[in-house]
Structures are given as C-alpha cells and as structure tokens.
C-alpha cells in the first residue's frame, strides 16, 4: 500500500502481506520508490490533478534516468488515460528488473488518491492477460471497498 502527499516525487510501502511462493517480490515496508514508477505508484498519479502531474513530471526531467529519455513523459500521459478508463495500472520491471504488478487507487472522501493497493510478483508471472484481468477484478473489487469506507463516493459523468 503506497501513500502520496501534496507534491512528494515518490511513494511509501506502510503494509505488505508476505507471498507463500517461494519465489517472490519483496517491497520492504519502509521502501521509498518513484511516485511514477511502478503499478502503485501510476495508479496514485494517474488520477492526481493535472498541475500535481506537471509538478512531478518537472522533477523526474531532473533526474539522470529521464533526462535523455523524451518519450518518457508522453507515453505516461498516455498510460494515465488508460489506468483512469481502467481503474488499475500495470507495470512491467519499473522499479525492480523481472518484477511486474497491478494497483489500484484507493480514494478519500474528495475524491483523492491517497494510497494504493497492488499485486506484484516475477513478471513470469504477469505474462498472460486472463491472469492480469483476473487480479485486476479482485483488486478493484478491493479499492472500491476501501475507498467506500474511506467516504468515497464516485460521480456519475
């Protein structure tokens, strides 16, 4: 579960809940990763306000990783649409080489992202859409749950 506050370029494990796999992906809690790296941390910016994005963008120009790579922005523009039309984003090795996973955002009373919720593992195990699809639904599922009890209540468009 991440956490983002005002205009923090990164985000906070606060809980994991330990895989009874043998092989698995280990996100400490404690863990500080790059607010647009990864499945729980796009699922948070993706439905930040436009201004918050910018400002985060701004930052990740100034890090080395970002500074030659000029399609790095444009195509998470795009992403965002797809994780805001999906409810779920989708990371593929973002943040850890072969680890892949799924989040979600969980909202507060305004409508805010305030954390999120995601599945991770060995992207082997990322590989097959029906297997995606099938986390996604339950994480959702879960969210949306939380976030009621949060205060949320969506609009209708």
């Known amino acids: 579960c991440e956490r983002f506050f005002g ?7 606060v809980e994991r809940i330990e895989s009874r796999k043998t092989v698995r992906i280990v996100e400490m809690v404690g863990t500080r990763i790059e607010i647009f790296a990864g499945s729980g941390g796009k699922a948070i910016l993706a439905f930040r306000t436009p201004e918050e994005i910018d400002h985060v963008f701004d930052y990740a120009r100034t890090l080395p990783k970002y500074q030659n790579d000029s399609n790095f922005i444009s195509q998470l523009k795009e992403e965002f649409k797809w994780i805001r039309e999906k409810g779920y984003a989708v ?9 892949s996973g799924i989040g979600a955002p969980i909202f507060n009373d305004r409508g805010i992202p305030v954390g999120s919720i995601s599945i991770s593992g060995p992207t082997q195990r990322f590989l097959d859409e029906s297997v995606i699809s099938s986390y996604a639904d339950l994480l959702v599922s879960c969210v949306k749950q939380i976030s009621r009890e949060l205060g949320y209540r969506p609009t209708r468009s």
């Open 7 to 13: 205009f923090e370029y990164d985000r906070v494990c």
């Open 91 to 99: 990371s593929h090795g973002e943040w850890q080489s072969d680890a």
